[in-house]
């Protein structure tokens, strides 16, 4: 697979899969309640951390259509949220969930790599 496809795809699952992770956040749904609550995470900020997010999906598409440096912006700043998540959940010792924000850090992570790479 040369670096371009590598590049799109990987850049496109991850922001399907931090845009899709929003509308949980947005509804709340209640395992999103309930994990919040476990890591001490306010109900009253989840609309902003799945704003959050999706600016962040969001800037990974545009940075696929040609604004390279909004796309590594994004990515960046997925990084930058998905390590945060990952922290709160080690501080708080909540390690039975913790794969979901630390696979959503390794896509961020790729993604980045491979913007900056491009």
Do not use: C, E
């Not at 959940?89 to 979901?100: D, P």
């Amino acid at each position: 697979m040369t670096l371009p496809i590598a590049r799109i795809l990987v850049v496109l699952t991850t922001a399907i899969a931090t845009a899709g992770i929003t509308v949980p956040d947005l509804v709340p749904a209640q395992f999103v309640l309930a994990n919040s609550a476990r890591v001490g995470v306010s109900r009253s900020w989840l609309p902003t951390l799945a704003t959050l997010k999706f600016a962040g999906a969001g800037g990974l598409i545009v940075g696929l259509l040609g604004l390279r440096y909004l796309g590594i912006a994004a990515a960046l700043g997925l990084v930058l949220y998905f390590m945060g998540a990952v922290i709160v959940h080690v501080r708080a010792r909540v390690f039975s969930n913790i794969a979901f924000p630390g696979g959503y850090l390794l896509l961020s992570i790729a993604s980045l790599a491979l913007l900056v790479a491009q």
